[in-house]
């Protein structure tokens, strides 16, 4: 149950309370962590990384000792599943790579008859637009749809020119 207080007006305060320990900045001031080395770390026991602050290196967070999520010169990383509760809006280039399908589900029945099919009436499965330089209003460009009971894949509505470099196969 001892304290051990810092600064004129004790906004710093070190302590246990029986079951938890505190670092506490009580004050009005920032709580900051400095160093001069290559990195702070948090880590559990001596064995697991939690995360690490490298200096001028960014920064890895882990989950059970695995790396999820890196801070890179070019942007983050993420290993593993991402999930967003809210809109993702992305200021660039949207890339995927990889072998395999995008599939962009419509979460908002859990139920997996209604994932891809099994659905009554129409659903939109993805919509891509553009917007003009000037941001002003967007254009919907592509349209994937849905319609009827569980046909695949539906309805392809493109607004405005369609160029293809290739075939199209039926």
């Known amino acids: 149950t001892s304290k051990a207080i810092f600064g004129a007006g004790n906004d710093l305060q070190i302590y246990h309370d029986g079951s ?6 009580t004050g009005t001031g920032v709580l900051s962590i400095q160093s001069d080395g290559t990195e702070v770390q948090i880590n559990k026991g001596s064995s697991e990384y939690m995360a690490r602050f490298i200096t001028d290196a960014g920064v890895k967070l882990y989950y059970d000792n695995a790396q999820k999520f890196e801070t890179t010169s070019t ?8 999930t967003f509760t809210g809109n993702v809006d992305v200021n660039g280039l949207f890339k995927v790579d990889s072998p395999n399908p995008i599939i962009l589900l419509n979460e908002s029945d859990q139920t997996a008859n209604n994932r891809l099919w099994g659905f009554q009436g129409q659903q939109t499965l993805l919509k891509i637009r553009a917007y003009p330089d000037d941001l002003s209003s967007a254009v919907d460009v592509l349209t994937f749809t849905r319609t009827g009971n569980a046909t695949f894949p539906g309805n392809v509505e493109i607004d405005g ?10």
Do not use: K, R
Request: proline content about 0%; aromatic content about 4%.
């Open 161 to 170: 020119n369609l160029t293809v470099d290739g075939q199209i196969i039926h």
């Open 75 to 82: 942007g983050v990383n993420v290993t593993g599943v991402g």
């Open 20 to 25: 938890n320990s505190y670092i506490n900045e």
